[in-house]
C-alpha cells in the first residue's frame, strides 16, 4: 500500500512538474515583427523579440524566407537593404547591418533565442515564394524541419498566406496551431481541413456574425494588422481571441480599460459598418414634429437618407433647414424600441457632435413599457445632451417623478469637453443600486437608488436607447437658432450594450 503511494504521488509531482513548465502568457497580444516601433528597434530583429517578451506579449510574430543556398533567415519584406532574399547567398545578406547592429537573424539563431524563455509564443510566418509554389513547399519543410532541430515545437504557432502551405504544416505535424491570412476561405473551410485558427485583417470579421461563426467552430480568431484605439477596442468588445500590432504597449493599455476586462459581456451592438440607411433590424424611427413636449422645431422623417444615413462607418443624422409640415427643418429621432431593449448594463456610444447655436443633440433613453405610467414617472435617462449656445459643455441626466426638470430638481451635472473636433465615448453603467455616468471613461456624474420607491428609482424596467438631433426647443433654442450652421450632423461611430 506505501509503495502504491509512494508511487501515486511521484506520477503527480512530474505531472505538476510537466504542467509548470511552460507558463505562457494569457492575453490577446500578438507583436508584429516583434516589439519594435516604440523602442526603434528593427523590425524582426533579435532586439524586438527580446522586447515582446519583456513586455509580456502572448506571442512574437516574425516572418521567415529562404536564401539561394537555402539558408533560412527572418525578415518581413523580401528584400534584405536592396538585396532579394531569395537570389542572394546567406553570406551576401550578412554584407548588410541593421541598424542597432544586428545582422539578418537566421531562422535557427531567432527560435533558440526564443527557447531561451517560457511565456510568449513564436508565431512563425512562412513568405509566400517569389519564385514558385514548390519553392514554398519547401521552406515550409525546412521550417519545419528547424523548429524540430531547435526543439521548440511546444512554443511554435504557424501563420501564412498561402493556403497550402497552412495544410503542409499540418500534414507534418498534425497537431500544430495554425491560421490562414489571406481573407478569402470560410470558416467551415478551415474547420473542415483541420486549421486551428483564422488570421484575418479586422475589416473582414465587421461582417456579421463572423467572428462569432468562427467561435462556434472551435477555431481562434486573430485580427491584423490593428494599430488604433476604436480597432482594438472594437475586436476586444467582440471577445477577439487575439490581435496582431504594431503598437503592442497601446494595446495592452487599451486591454486594462475594456469593458470585457470589468467583467461586461457585448450584448447588442451597431458598429454601422454598412452603407446607406441604418440597419432596418437595429433602429426604427419616431415620425413627425409638433413639438415633441419640449417646442422643438424640427420634423423627424421616416427612413429619409437626408436625415440619416450610414457612410464610411458612422450612422450620421442630419438637422437641414428644409420646410414639412409646417415645420422649417427636418431631422431624424432613431430608437432601439421593438429592436432592442434592456434592463441594466453599460451602454457607450462614441460620436462627434453637430456645431451651432440652436441645435439640441442626444444620446438618451426611455422605458419601453411605462411601467409606472407616464412622463416623467417612469423614468427617463439622458446619457448625454448637448445645446449649441454652450459649445464646451455636455450633460448626464436622470428624471423621474421626484427628479424632472419642469419642477427643477432633475438630478444632473455638466462636464467640460470640445464635443466637436474629435469623437468622445459617451456611457452610463446602470445598475440596481445607482446609474453612473462616463465621458471617456471619467465618472462625473452618479444617481443612486433611495429605496424609496418609483417616485425615486423607476428604472427596475426595460428602456430602449434614442439618438436624435432637435433644433431649438426649451432648452435647445433658449438663444435661438443660427440659421446660417444647417446642414449639422452629429457623427455616431458606435452604439455597444454590455451587461454582467
Same mark, same amino acid.
Given at each position: 500500500?506505501?509503495?502504491?503511494?509512494?508511487s501515486?504521488?511521484?506520477?503527480?509531482i512530474?505531472?505538476?512538474?510537466?504542467?509548470?513548465?511552460?507558463?505562457?502568457?494569457?492575453?490577446q497580444?500578438?507583436?508584429?515583427?516583434?516589439?519594435?516601433?516604440?523602442?526603434?528597434?528593427?523590425?524582426?530583429s533579435i532586439a524586438?523579440?527580446?522586447?515582446?517578451?519583456?513586455?509580456?506579449?502572448?506571442?512574437?510574430?516574425?516572418?521567415?524566407?529562404?536564401?539561394?543556398?537555402?539558408?533560412?533567415?527572418?525578415?518581413?519584406?523580401?528584400?534584405?537593404?536592396?538585396?532579394?532574399?531569395?537570389?542572394?547567398?546567406?553570406e551576401?545578406?550578412?554584407?548588410?547591418?541593421?541598424?542597432?547592429?544586428?545582422?539578418?537573424?537566421?531562422?535557427?539563431a531567432?527560435?533558440k533565442e526564443?527557447?531561451?524563455?517560457?511565456?510568449?509564443?513564436l508565431?512563425?510566418?512562412i513568405k509566400?515564394?517569389l519564385i514558385?509554389?514548390?519553392?514554398?513547399?519547401?521552406v515550409?519543410n525546412?521550417?519545419?524541419?528547424?523548429?524540430k532541430?531547435?526543439?521548440?515545437?511546444?512554443w511554435?504557432?504557424?501563420?501564412?498566406?498561402?493556403?497550402d502551405?497552412?495544410?503542409?504544416?499540418?500534414?507534418?505535424?498534425?497537431?500544430?496551431?495554425?491560421?490562414?491570412?489571406?481573407?478569402?476561405?470560410?470558416?467551415?473551410?478551415?474547420?473542415?481541413?483541420?486549421?486551428?485558427?483564422?488570421?484575418?485583417?479586422?475589416?473582414?470579421?465587421?461582417?456579421?456574425?463572423?467572428i462569432?461563426?468562427?467561435?462556434?467552430?472551435?477555431?481562434t480568431?486573430?485580427?491584423w494588422t490593428v494599430n488604433?484605439?476604436p480597432?482594438?477596442q472594437?475586436?476586444?468588445?467582440?471577445k477577439v481571441?487575439?490581435?496582431?500590432?504594431?503598437?503592442?504597449?497601446?494595446?495592452f493599455?487599451?486591454?486594462?480599460?475594456?469593458?470585457t476586462?470589468?467583467?461586461?459581456?457585448?450584448?447588442?451592438?451597431?458598429?454601422?459598418?454598412?452603407?446607406?440607411l441604418?440597419?432596418?433590424?437595429?433602429w426604427?424611427?419616431?415620425?413627425?414634429?409638433?413639438?415633441w413636449g419640449?417646442?422643438?422645431?424640427q420634423?423627424?422623417?421616416?427612413?429619409?437618407?437626408?436625415?440619416?444615413?450610414?457612410?464610411?462607418?458612422?450612422?450620421?443624422?442630419?438637422?437641414?433647414?428644409?420646410d414639412k409640415?409646417?415645420?422649417?427643418?427636418?431631422?431624424?429621432?432613431l430608437?432601439?424600441?421593438?429592436?432592442?431593449?434592456?434592463?441594466?448594463?453599460r451602454?457607450?456610444?462614441?460620436a462627434?457632435?453637430?456645431?451651432?447655436?440652436?441645435?439640441?443633440?442626444?444620446?438618451?433613453?426611455?422605458?419601453?413599457?411605462?411601467?409606472?405610467?407616464?412622463w416623467?414617472?417612469?423614468?427617463e435617462?439622458?446619457?448625454?445632451?448637448?445645446?449649441?449656445?454652450?459649445?464646451?459643455s455636455?450633460?448626464?441626466?436622470?428624471?423621474?417623478?421626484k427628479?424632472?426638470?419642469?419642477?427643477?430638481?432633475?438630478?444632473?451635472?455638466?462636464?467640460?469637453?470640445?464635443?466637436y473636433?474629435s469623437?468622445?465615448?459617451?456611457?452610463?453603467?446602470?445598475?440596481?443600486?445607482?446609474?453612473?455616468?462616463?465621458?471617456?471613461? %471619467?465618472?462625473?456624474?452618479?444617481?443612486?437608488?433611495s429605496?424609496?420607491g418609483s417616485?425615486?428609482?423607476?428604472?427596475d %424596467?426595460?428602456?430602449?436607447?434614442?439618438?436624435?438631433?432637435?433644433?431649438?426647443?426649451?432648452?435647445?433654442?433658449?438663444?435661438?437658432?443660427?440659421?446660417?450652421?444647417?446642414p449639422?450632423?452629429?457623427?455616431?461611430?458606435?452604439v455597444?450594450?454590455?451587461?454582467?
Open positions: 500500500m506505501k509503495r502504491a503511494l509512494i501515486t504521488c511521484m506520477v503527480l512530474f505531472t505538476t512538474s510537466f504542467a509548470q513548465k511552460f507558463n505562457w502568457n494569457k492575453n497580444v500578438i507583436a508584429h515583427r516583434g516589439a519594435w516601433k516604440k523602442q526603434n528597434f528593427p523590425q524582426n524586438s523579440l527580446k522586447e515582446a517578451v519583456k513586455l509580456g506579449c502572448y506571442g512574437s510574430e516574425f516572418d521567415v524566407w529562404m536564401t539561394a543556398d537555402n539558408v533560412l533567415v527572418v525578415n518581413h519584406d523580401p528584400e534584405f537593404q536592396g538585396l532579394t532574399i531569395e537570389k542572394v547567398k546567406y551576401e545578406l550578412l554584407t548588410k547591418t541593421m541598424s542597432n547592429g544586428e545582422k539578418i537573424p537566421t531562422l535557427e531567432y527560435l526564443g527557447k531561451k524563455q517560457k511565456t510568449t509564443r508565431i512563425l510566418e509566400p515564394s514558385s509554389k514548390e519553392r514554398g513547399i519547401e515550409t525546412a521550417s519545419i524541419e528547424m523548429v532541430k531547435v526543439g521548440v515545437i511546444d511554435t504557432e504557424y501563420i501564412s498566406f498561402d493556403y502551405y497552412c495544410k503542409r504544416v499540418l500534414e507534418l505535424l498534425p497537431y500544430a496551431k495554425v491560421a490562414y491570412l489571406r481573407g478569402e476561405i470560410s470558416a467551415e473551410q478551415m474547420k473542415a481541413d483541420k486549421l486551428t485558427g483564422v488570421d484575418y485583417h479586422y475589416s473582414v470579421y465587421q461582417k456579421d456574425g463572423w462569432e461563426n468562427a467561435h462556434k467552430l472551435g477555431l480568431v486573430n485580427a488604433t484605439v480597432e482594438i472594437w475586436l476586444l468588445a467582440h481571441d487575439f490581435i496582431t500590432t504594431n503598437e503592442p504597449e497601446l494595446t493599455e487599451e486591454l486594462k480599460k475594456t469593458p476586462a470589468l467583467g461586461w459581456n457585448l450584448k447588442w451592438s451597431d458598429e454601422f459598418d454598412e452603407k446607406g441604418p440597419l432596418s433590424k437595429n426604427s424611427y419616431d415620425v413627425g414634429g409638433k413639438g419640449n417646442n422643438e422645431l420634423y423627424y422623417t421616416d427612413a429619409d437618407s437626408a436625415n440619416a444615413n450610414v457612410n464610411k462607418g458612422n450612422l450620421n443624422i442630419t438637422a437641414i433647414k428644409a409640415e409646417n415645420n422649417h427643418y427636418t431631422s431624424a429621432r430608437v432601439t424600441k421593438n429592436k432592442f431593449d434592456f434592463k441594466y448594463g451602454v457607450e456610444v462614441r462627434i457632435l453637430p456645431k451651432g447655436r440652436g441645435l439640441w443633440p442626444a444620446i438618451w433613453a426611455l422605458p419601453t413599457e411605462w411601467k409606472y405610467g407616464g416623467p414617472k417612469s423614468g435617462i439622458d446619457i448625454m445632451e448637448h445645446v449649441g449656445y454652450e459649445p464646451d455636455v450633460y448626464g441626466t436622470v428624471h423621474t417623478e427628479f424632472n426638470h419642469v419642477i427643477h430638481t432633475q438630478a444632473g451635472k455638466g462636464v467640460k469637453i470640445d464635443p473636433d469623437y468622445h465615448v459617451y456611457a452610463i453603467e446602470w445598475c440596481k443600486d445607482k446609474i453612473d455616468f462616463f465621458v471617456d471613461d %471619467q465618472k462625473y456624474l452618479s444617481f443612486k437608488n429605496g424609496k417616485g425615486d428609482w423607476p428604472f %424596467q426595460n428602456f430602449h436607447i434614442i439618438l436624435n438631433v432637435a433644433v431649438g426647443g426649451g432648452w435647445g433654442g433658449k438663444k435661438g437658432v443660427d440659421d446660417t450652421i444647417f449639422a450632423t452629429m457623427k455616431v461611430d458606435y455597444r450594450v454590455y451587461q454582467k
